[in-house]
């Protein structure tokens, strides 16, 4: 089974404060995304990478950066928080963006809270 | 304009009963995927089931069904026999190639089975 994980479940930081999500996947997955997920919004692409060290901006990466050094973890980081940032964020992998292997598996999550 | 749009923010059902999630989408590309995934309360999004542009059936799994309606753009998910455990946040999602096949998800429908 692949395996998706993310380093916290739940995280509370102070505004202004520079803050690091981890994502770890298991099965050698080409592709990364980290995703915001707001209620009545759904779910929206911050950024995704397609390999090691490149990464394409998505709908919503402003205060956002990220970092893939190794092709097993992809690390989104929020540079100075903000309280609009408080949200959950949702990693995902897949092995191509082929429609001939499709799937995307996801992490547990993390809930962000800014105060 | 949203590329996936889901009208019903909340759903309900009594235990053991047929639901349908509304799903409708936007896209100029032939060739294209849909997908439905499940999101629990504990946070984890699930993969469901999988509609290829091309299938000419319409894709199941178990209680699962996707009524595929290509010229209404429409890919509503069915869920029959609904159980307590079905409770859950679903989301419509897309990936076509004019969107670099990243999937573009749409802002959910919440489903509670009565007992």
């Known amino acids: 089974d692949v395996k998706v994980t993310q380093s916290s479940r739940y995280l509370v930081k102070r505004t202004g404060e520079k803050v690091f999500l981890e994502c770890v996947q298991d099965m050698d997955h080409e592709n990364m995304f980290w995703y915001r997920q707001d209620p009545g919004l759904g779910l929206r692409l911050i950024y995704f990478?397609?390999?090691?060290?490149?990464?394409e901006k998505g709908d919503i990466p402003e205060g956002y950066s990220v970092s893939r050094e190794k092709k097993e973890r992809f690390s989104l980081i929020l540079e100075s928080a903000s309280t609009n940032q408080t949200s959950m964020y949702l990693c995902?992998?897949?092995?191509?963006?082929?429609?001939?292997?499709?799937?995307?598996?996801f992490g547990p999550g993390t809930r962000l809270t800014v105060t | 304009a949203q590329k996936i749009t889901q009208t019903q923010p909340g759903m309900f059902v009594q235990e053991k009963e047929a639901v349908t999630l509304d799903c409708t989408y936007d896209?100029?590309?032939?060739?294209?995927?849909l997908f439905w995934y499940k999101q629990p309360s504990s946070g984890e999004m699930i993969f469901l089931i999988y509609q290829g542009s091309y299938d000419e059936q319409n894709a199941t799994e178990g209680r699962y069904s996707l009524n595929f309606q290509k010229a209404r753009k429409s890919a509503n998910l069915v869920i029959s026999a609904s159980q307590l455990g079905d409770s859950a946040m679903y989301f419509c999602a897309m990936r076509e190639p004019g969107g670099s096949y990243i999937p573009t998800f749409g802002r959910g429908t919440s489903l509670i089975v009565h007992p």
């Open positions: 990478s397609y390999d090691v060290k490149m990464k």
């Open positions: 995902a992998s897949s092995l191509t963006l082929q429609l001939s292997s499709y799937e995307q598996y």
């Open positions: 896209t100029s590309d032939q060739s294209y995927g």
